[in-house]
């Protein structure tokens, strides 16, 4: 099971650098699961950046995926790991999430920490590169070569 950072719906939404990586993910239903906070996140940014019909048609593809709940439990460990390494609402609430449901959490977030990073969500900073930049490259690199793994 996988479930993806909304910075990872918003780049495949965008047509980013790596949509072609994360269109795998997102392409394998059976495997993806989708949180109430990514609907929040993703409808919140494209209505933003875009208008609302668009936003829409982007929650009903995220839709596509299994939605998971957000129940007191799951809340109750969001606060456990956001307080364990200062995290903000969003990412904990996620993390506890993928922790619960034994997924893989897919993020371009160089704010998690290593210690509680998945496979895929390594990421690697360099001072000479933009930190968005390495923080994607490396996430979709390491999400290409998994998915290449278990093609």
């Known amino acids: 099971m996988r479930l993806l950072d909304s910075s990872v719906w918003l780049e495949y939404f965008a047509r980013g650098q790596h949509l072609d990586v994360y269109a795998a993910a997102i392409r394998d239903v059976e495997h993806l699961l989708v949180s109430p906070i990514n609907f929040y996140e993703v409808f919140r940014r494209v209505l933003q ?3 609302e019909d668009e936003a829409y048609q982007a929650i009903a593809q995220m839709m596509d995926g299994r939605v998971v709940e957000i129940d007191g439990q799951l809340a109750l460990e969001a606060v456990l790991l956001a307080q364990q390494y200062r995290l903000p609402l969003t990412d904990s609430i996620l993390l506890a999430t993928a922790r619960a449901h034994g997924a893989q959490l897919i993020t371009q977030d160089a704010q998690m920490p290593t210690s509680v990073r998945f496979q895929a969500c390594c990421t690697i900073r ?3 590169q933009p930190r968005n930049h390495v923080r994607r490259h490396t996430s979709a ?4 070569a998994r998915l ?3 093609g």
């Open 49 to 51: 950046q875009r208008n």
């Open 141 to 144: 690199r390491l999400l290409e």
């Open 148 to 150: 290449l793994e278990e």
């Open 126 to 128: 360099k001072k000479e």
